[in-house]
T-cell receptor, first 113, second 112 residues
Framework: EDQVTQSPEALRLQEGESSSLNCSYT??????LFWYRQDPGKGPEFLFT???AGEEKEKERLKATLTKKESFLHITAPKPEDSATYLC??????????????FGAGTRLFVKA | DGGITQSPKYLFRKEGQNVTLSCEQN?????MYWYRQDPGQGLRLIYY???????QKGDIAEGYSVSREKKESFPLTVTSAQKNPTAFYLC???????????FGSGTRLTVV
């Protein structure tokens, strides 16, 4: 069964304390892996797409990496405004629904000043 | 600016009542989606549409219905058959199947 698991569920950091969020996936072939940021009461905001193992993408203090089994979202020197829930999503290359995207439950990040 | 507009932001449903959530996009995207978000769970797919006049059931379609009469619009109706409709509903669109989604700001539905 296709599955996406994010860890930890919640992460509390001090401002400037770098860390990583994990997204482990089990799918029958990977079409793409996506990271989103979601603020409370709002819709998710697209961050990155990764398509193949070894690929990396960066945006400001965020860097996403991909292996054959997992993806990491590295946060360098976070600021309080980075506090949000980060969602990982996977699109299997083989799915009865054709273009199904499977979302993880998310990691809630809190950055304290 | 291009984007997705969901309305209303908050919606209250009485027992036995059908309600419709609006989703409009001006991104010229072919594919549109409806997701449901519950606390502690990942987003779950309700319905999706890849082209006008065509839509497919997702994982939790029971008690919901959709239409896609225009490229820009993909309304979701929550029927009285949906026994636990209280949730945060998100509409999304994408230019291509393996591209990231653009999401709307969501509709929070509560049963009263």
């Amino acid at each position: 069964e296709d599955q996406v698991t994010q860890s930890p569920e919640a992460l509390r950091l001090q401002e400037g304390e770098s860390s990583s969020l994990n997204c482990s996936y089990t799918v029958s072939g990977l079409r793409g892996l996506f990271w989103y940021r979601q603020d409370p009461g709002k819709g998710p905001e697209f961050l990155f797409t990764l398509y193949s193992a070894g690929e990396e993408k960066e945006k400001e203090r965020l860097k996403a990496t991909l292996t054959k089994k997992e993806s990491f979202l590295h946060i360098t020197a976070p600021k309080p405004e980075d506090s949000a829930t980060y969602l990982c999503a996977v699109q299997p290359s083989k799915s009865s629904l054709g273009f199904k995207t499977i979302f993880g439950a998310g990691t809630r990040l809190f950055v304290k000043a | 600016d291009g984007g997705i507009t969901q309305s209303p932001k908050y919606l209250f449903r009485k027992e036995g009542q059908n309600v419709t959530l609006s989703c409009e996009q001006n991104l010229n995207h072919d594919a549109m989606y409806w997701y449901r978000q519950d606390p502690g769970q990942g987003l779950r797919l309700i319905y999706y549409s890849q082209i006008v006049n065509d839509f497919q059931k997702g994982d939790i379609a029971e008690g919901y219905s959709v239409s896609r009469e225009k490229k820009e619009s993909f309304p979701l109706t929550v029927t009285s058959a949906q026994k636990n409709p209280t949730a945060f509903y998100l509409c999304a669109s994408s230019a291509r199947a393996n591209y990231g989604y653009t999401f709307g700001s969501g509709t929070r539905l509560t049963v009263v």
